[in-house]
């Protein structure tokens, strides 16, 4: 989206560190290719902790969903900046989300407290409503 993104990520150092690193970086190419001194991020980001297999397809539809919703293009694959792209480069499902051979999964990691899982419909309206495009 020209104005926003979503990224899902397993970083092996604290969430905000890893948040650190990505904005800093990208601030300061801007500001060095550019020569722009204008800040680009808003101060804060919002952050979800993915709690099992299910939970991430929900999450990686959405940001698929995403360019979409915003009339960017008609399917996900044709977003350019979207790992729904074809031929982009994806990592792959996190091994902590995958049940062991030989054994069932049960039950779910440990998630962050207060926090509801919602479906995706729901956290798309969500996403709806605050841009206010109701």
């Known amino acids: ?5 979503h990224i899902l990520i397993t970083p092996l150092v604290s969430l905000e560190r890893a948040v650190q690193f990505i ?3 990208f601030s300061f190419r801007i500001k060095k290719e550019l020569g722009s001194s204008m800040e680009i991020w808003q101060s804060g980001f919002s952050d979800h902790r993915i709690r099992d297999l299910e939970d991430y397809r929900i999450h990686v539809e959405y940001v698929y969903r995403n360019p ?3 009339k ?3 399917q996900a694959v044709e977003y350019r900046y979207s790992s729904a792209f074809r031929g982009s480069v994806k990592d792959e499902v996190p091994q902590w989300l995958k ?3 030989g054994e069932a999964a049960v039950g779910a ?3 962050a407290p207060l926090q509801k899982r919602i479906s995706s419909e729901a956290l798309a309206m969500a996403t709806v409503k605050e841009k206010g495009e109701l």
């Open 72 to 74: 960017l293009v008609e």
């Open 109 to 111: 990691p440990e998630g």
């Open 1 to 5: 989206m020209p104005e926003h993104f």
């Open 99 to 101: 049940p062991q051979r």
């Open 68 to 70: 979409v919703g915003r």
């Open 23 to 25: 904005k800093g970086g």
